[in-house]
């Protein structure tokens, strides 16, 4: 890795850090309403992998969706408008968190269903595949998608049909209040992804360098029109399942445990060990960050409201 | 059990889910996290109380948890499915319309499928378009279900009881915005007279609202608002809209000779249709003026908050329909 | 291109699909069995034509290939798919209403999604309850859903290929009972008069009859027998039943004072219900007597050939309905 | 095994073939109308399976759901004036042949929906593991529901919750008039289960004796509480898949092929090789059947017609 790359990626993940605690503030505030969805502490899945797209591969997200917009290339400012339901936000404030779209950025849509998205990747990798051979989709969920029937369909047919596709399994140990061993007795979508010949991998989705490395080749398998591949990524989200949630269901030594293997940290200390970054640099990466973020809440708070009759227009193209 | 003063429309929720528990061994809890109360403790207690063998948080897998429970159903367990907002069952309709619903029928009267789906619907705090949804009209059009909407936190709980008790499928469609409302004072709601009944919230002379889930008190503040200015309106709930209880409808306007219908579904397609097409039938000759319809925009609901209060009918829609029905711009 | 004489509704499905395939190189066919022609011939020679790149062979997995098609259709393919059934687009409806129909307006108008859903409806042949619905109501009751249902042959066409030349989903309807019909004569349809038009399909006085699918034919049997005993009813096809040509319909009440509709869903909660309260509001001053509605009663589609008979609404259902609107016993 | 038992089970067999020749045969003489999925060279499944099976236990079929009604014990009388659309049939009339229902034998019904009945299953496999301890359920389903995500759905909560549940695949390589080849990557049910750790074999569906063999371990761990299994018989329908198809997407070469495999005359060789059966006892126990099925069909042909208003009868309880 040289220093640039090694900047940019800490670039991404100190944006995604910041803008989700500046949610995180306005929500207390009140100048944010809705059903928010935090991603602090799994900063590093959405900044490997995106690191590897172009503003014209295609992304789709969860409900846990602001970091990968961000790490697409989305605009902080625009996102949250978007989440304050401002008319210049992504979606002129019709969308809000769980329904951002920015196509312009290849980010094609997040869901408030669970599970919702995947089917949809399997669409634009297929469009890719017809007539843009080289792009590919990419699709982040959790590991209570798993048990989706979508889920398994979607790996048959993205297997069967060759999509360039990469699947992007979010596994942090819980779906809401309800960890993993609850769910099912296969806790990796790793398993899944194997019995339809898909090549996977799980990894350490705290580590930036190891989701690196298993997503890189994926990529490239999907680039080259040799089918679908499967990431996933063990990680842990740093705050409730949604804002206002008190985490009731977790041990408190449990979040000091991942508290340690904060991905951000993490590549921090690497990087600088490694020699690619010093102090000073990091210091002023996240200060960039920080006033990125103090900008969009500007911009967002400035914003538009939505003229009242913009409600019921643009249902039909 | 009526619920004491106080308590909210949630607490009506799982304290009959407690009683009828107490009552029938045979009734089952199903859902996400509900061994842990659900998102807002609606189950609440309930796994400490009875086990979690019949309080059972199920995978994020609706279209066969709700199967399973038609299956356990068939066989004589009543089980309580939640399905955390309506919005989702899209993911369990060949479940429930094709089999839950038709079994009885297509078995030729051999099976019985006793079982409750509750779950939550309709819009409140910029939740969006996939958390917000009225979809009791396409549930009503389903023979073989019944669909029951409470709009108060007693009838809450005894709506809720009857419809555990009920022999078949039964959708119970919970308010979000309803969960930390209070009745004015307890109201003593027997569980038998509630299934297939409507309920006269308000009378009055001039013009019939009939309104459903949360709009009934919307329509509540309609009416003392245009009280005032000498309009009195009756609001009538129908409770339960599939089996729909027309006599009382028919009734109301046969007496003020004027109807608004005040749904939070979009209007296209919703249930206000299907009440205007039966009240024209019954009442023609009494019929003063069209009919109206209170409803959201044709459009998903969006999140932003001014849009959203935009979509949401409020008492000024009701009073504006009310107007015009009477002549009144 | 207008179908010639002697050519059946299914035929100018299959040409329809040949011609904008041939016109539009983003048109994809996909589905159950596509690439061998479906089951009666639909998408027959297609796959030799345009290869089995752009008609697609699925797997049984309804839910995740009407997302995928909604994914392409995001990117700006064109896609067709066939559910075989609409009674299996119960398996879809996360994808299509959640995801297909609200990315539009979610999006703020970044995103359109050009998709066509053909399907199957109705009942036939006694195939019973799981092949025979009409669930219409429901897709008419989404926000950002087309829905369409054709009666002719040569309309079939017509409407096929402008639903999918339409930037929206486009739910497309097809009545097995009609496959194997031809027009009278050849009718020269132009593509972009259709999608959003009723049509009047015999002119009359004394009654409107509303009547959507097969109904229509049903409606000018109905016609054809009244006529002989004086009263000349006129009947009008929605065609599309959302958007809804409403001013059509009201225009031909006008006249007639009179109005019964015709659907072979089941009466409560199907379409009906939005006509009658749509009309009745538009026309109210020109109404004689209220709008009867004709269609299935509230029960699955029972297998057994009397039965079935007893279940679809005929001629002499509509005849009584015309009747009894004009107060004739 | 001894001679009552093959006997028993070759009359099961018999009784299924002789049943589904006369339904073409009335279905060709328009005596039944409807849409009908014949199971003619799949009897060995339906008649190994329900062998272990009790009245009380709890049968779930697909659309392909004649001989497994008939194996649990259903009366071909009701059942064929059931198809021939009469009020004496299991269901009135009201059901037909997909809908299939006859619950004091603990037949629960069939389904026009691929993949329907088996989350009903897991229903009726909760409600023996609660209040029937040693009682079991059993879903029958055809390789096409596969790839349909409540199949997966259900193989995960059944493995969760150990119920009491026997999946049975009749894989016979084809979804309508389509290979299995064109739908999935994964063509043996088998793989599917043993993802979710539940025990699975693959069998020869066509050897009665395999299938008895694979069978017999499975329920005896569904009673004693150990959890689900599922066993897969590979097998092929001699006719269409609907009657009428006219099948031209098979060859006759593989039909042929098959015919070699029947499983009712393989049965019936290995019974008299093993000194089981005699022709005498063979020639008695087919003609037996046949009259029970022409006893049916008078049964179904003087059945009474449903009263017209049964039309919206019994919609509710
Ligand atoms: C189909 C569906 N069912 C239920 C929900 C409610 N819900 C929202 S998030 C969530 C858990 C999701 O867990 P996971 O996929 O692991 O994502 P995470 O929240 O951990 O990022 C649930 C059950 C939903 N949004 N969609
Ligand atoms: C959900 C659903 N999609 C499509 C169909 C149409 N269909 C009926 S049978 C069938 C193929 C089923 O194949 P399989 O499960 O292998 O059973 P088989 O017919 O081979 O016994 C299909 C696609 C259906 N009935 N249900
Ligand atoms: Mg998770
Ligand atoms: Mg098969």
Known sequence: ?317 | MTPAAGTTFLQSINQALREEMLADPDVYVLGEDVAVGGPYGATRGLAEEFGEHRVINTPISEGTVVGLAIGAALQGLRPVVEIMFVDFITLALDQLVNHGAKLRYMSGGQLKVPLTIRTMFGVSGGWGAHHSQSLEAWLAHVPGLKVVMPSTACEAGALLRAAIRDDNPVLFMEHRGLYWTKDDQAEPTTIESTLGTARVRRPGRDVTVVATGRMVSTALRAAERLSAEGVEIEVVDPRTLSPLDLDTLAASVRKTGRAVIAHEAVVQGGIGGELVAQLQLAVFDYLEAPILRVGAPFAPVPAGEQLEAAFVPDEHSIIAAVRSCLGRA
């Open chain 1, 1 to 317: 890795m040289d220093k640039q790359t090694a900047a940019s990626l800490l670039d991404t993940m100190y944006l995604i850090r910041a803008f989700e605690e500046k949610v995180s503030e306005l929500y207390a505030k009140l100048e944010i309403r809705g059903l928010l969805h935090l991603g602090i502490g799994q900063e590093a899945v959405a900044a490997a992998v995106c690191s590897f797209l172009d503003r014209d591969d295609l992304l789709y997200s969860s409900h846990r969706a602001h970091g990968h917009c961000l790490a697409k290339g989305g605009d902080p400012r625009r996102l949250l408008a978007e989440l304050a339901g401002k008319a210049n936000g992504y979606c002129g404030g019709k969308g809000g968190s769980m329904h951002i779209s920015a196509p312009e950025v290849g980010f094609m849509t997040a869901t408030g269903v669970v599970g919702g998205t995947i089917p949809l990747a399997l669409g634009s990798a297929l469009f890719c595949r017809e007539r843009r051979p080289g792009r590919i989709a990419v699709v982040f969920f959790g590991d209570g998608a798993m048990n989706m029937g979508a889920f398994q369909e979607s790996l048959n047919i993205a297997s069967l049909w060759k999509l360039p596709l990469l699947f992007v399994c979010e596994n942090n140990g819980y779906a809401e209040f309800t960890p993993i061993s609850a769910h099912t007795l296969v806790e990796r979508a790793s398993e899944h992804a194997a019995v339809y010949h898909i090549p996977t991998v799980t990894v350490d989705g705290n580590d930036l360098l190891a989701v690196l490395q298993a997503v890189e080749p994926a990529v490239a398998r999907a680039r080259s029109g040799d089918g679908p591949s499967l990431v996933e990524c063990l990680t842990y989200r740093m705050r409730g399942h949604y804002e206002g949630d008190p985490s009731k269901y977790r041990e408190l030594s449990e979040l000091q445990e991942w508290k340690s293997k904060d991905p951000v940290a993490r590549f921090v200390a690497w990087a600088i060990d490694a020699g690619l970054l010093d102090e000073t640099e990091r210091d002023a990466i996240e200060a960039a960050a920080r006033s990125k973020v103090e900008a969009a809440a500007d911009f967002a708070r400035e914003g538009p409201v939505p003229e009242r009759d913009a409600v019921s227009r643009g249902v039909y193209a």
